[in-house]
């Protein structure tokens, strides 16, 4: 589950994802992130991990994971998400389509 949000930079999940995804204080830095709602404190992982659509299983998508304090949902960013995945939205049938690049 996720948003596609391009406005985020890079994958974002909710912190307490991090322990579910095997990170711990030793492979996440913490950082400041730029968010609609002002400055946030959150965590880049150090190390990669991969990721795929459950519709799409082929595509496996690398990714280096941030984790927001506060955050509620899990967000799809452009620099690893939008790279391995046209999206496309038709408003006028209140749809959209996501496509494998490559």
């Not at 990170?23 to 913490?30: F, G, K, R, V």
């Not at 955050?71 to 749809?95: C, I, K, S």
Request: proline share 5%.
């Amino acid at each position: 589950m996720g948003i596609v949000d391009s406005g985020a930079d890079t994958t974002t999940f909710p912190f307490e994802y991090a322990s579910l995804m095997g990170y711990s204080p030793a492979t996440l830095t913490q950082e400041t992130f730029t968010q609609a709602a002002g400055n946030g404190v959150g965590y880049r992982a150090t190390q990669q991990c991969t990721a795929v659509v459950p519709e799409i299983p082929l595509k496996v998508v690398q990714m280096m994971p941030s984790f927001i304090q506060g955050a509620q949902m899990v967000l799809r960013g452009r620099t690893d998400f939008m790279r391995a995945f046209e999206v496309a939205f038709h408003e006028t049938q209140q749809r959209f389509t996501i496509t494998a690049i490559g």
